[in-house]
């Protein structure tokens, strides 16, 4: 449904319903926003991060009904309707009674980032990437998190922590 704003040169808005970690959101949106500036500017999830804003780095990445997604690339408007899950709602989407999920443990235990900055598209992604079921060896692993950049080198870590999920069966 669009709406006029009613102010001259204001741009209209259009309703949408989005889950997001759970919680039902009806919000008002600009027929451009991006799902990632909907969740880190109107929402205050900054936890999902603004890499490259071309869909290049996979520091963005959301799940949206399961799947991984760079957020970056996806309109907000496009996504009505959806369940989203950021990195602020993957213990709550995968982990019990408050706990870290199991692949934010792995992170932790194998030292899985250094600086940080790409971490919660990692993890969403090696969530989506596990919930796909297409991945069984590292080399599989490494080819379906290779559109999420880590600038520090982490990869090894970062494989591990997957790998040891993945090997418990722990993650959904």
Same mark, same amino acid.
């Given at each position: 449904?669009?709406?006029?704003?009613?102010?001259?040169? *204001?741009?209209?808005?259009?309703?949408?319903?989005?889950?997001?970690?759970?919680?039902?959101?009806?919000?008002?949106?600009?027929?451009?926003?991006?799902?990632?500036?909907?969740?880190?500017?109107?929402?205050?999830?900054?936890?999902?991060?603004?890499?490259?804003?071309?869909?290049?780095?996979?520091?963005?990445?959301?799940?949206?009904?399961?799947?991984?997604?760079?957020?970056?690339?996806?309109?907000?408007?496009?996504?009505?309707?959806?369940?989203?899950?950021?990195?602020?709602?993957?213990?709550?989407?995968?982990?019990?009674?408050?706990?870290?999920?199991?692949?934010?443990?792995?992170?932790?235990?194998?030292? *899985?980032?250094?600086?940080?900055?790409?971490?919660?598209?990692?993890?969403?992604?090696?969530?989506?990437?596990?919930?796909?079921?297409?991945?069984?060896?590292?080399?599989?692993?490494?080819?379906?998190?290779?559109?999420?950049?880590?600038?520090?080198? *982490?990869?090894?870590?970062?494989?591990?922590?997957?790998?040891?999920?993945?090997?418990?069966?722990? *993650?959904?």
């Amino acid at each position: 449904m669009l709406i006029d704003s009613g102010s001259p040169g *204001a741009p209209a808005t259009i309703g949408i319903s989005l889950t997001i970690n759970g919680e039902v959101r009806e919000l008002q949106v600009a027929p451009w926003t991006t799902l990632l500036d909907l969740l880190r500017e109107d929402l205050d999830l900054t936890g999902t991060k603004k890499g490259c804003d071309h869909g290049q780095c996979g520091a963005c990445t959301v799940l949206v009904n399961g799947t991984r997604i760079n957020s970056c690339l996806a309109l907000a408007v496009m996504k009505d309707g959806a369940e989203v899950v950021t990195v602020e709602g993957l213990a709550k989407h995968g982990g019990q009674d408050g706990a870290m999920h199991p692949l934010q443990a792995a992170f932790v235990e194998r030292d *899985a980032f250094q600086c940080g900055y790409c971490t919660p598209g990692q993890l969403c992604s090696a969530a989506g990437m596990i919930a796909e079921g297409h991945a069984t060896s590292r080399e599989e692993i490494r080819e379906a998190m290779s559109g999420n950049i880590c600038r520090c080198g *982490a990869y090894t870590n970062i494989v591990d922590a997957i790998e040891d999920v993945m090997h418990a069966g722990a *993650a959904r």
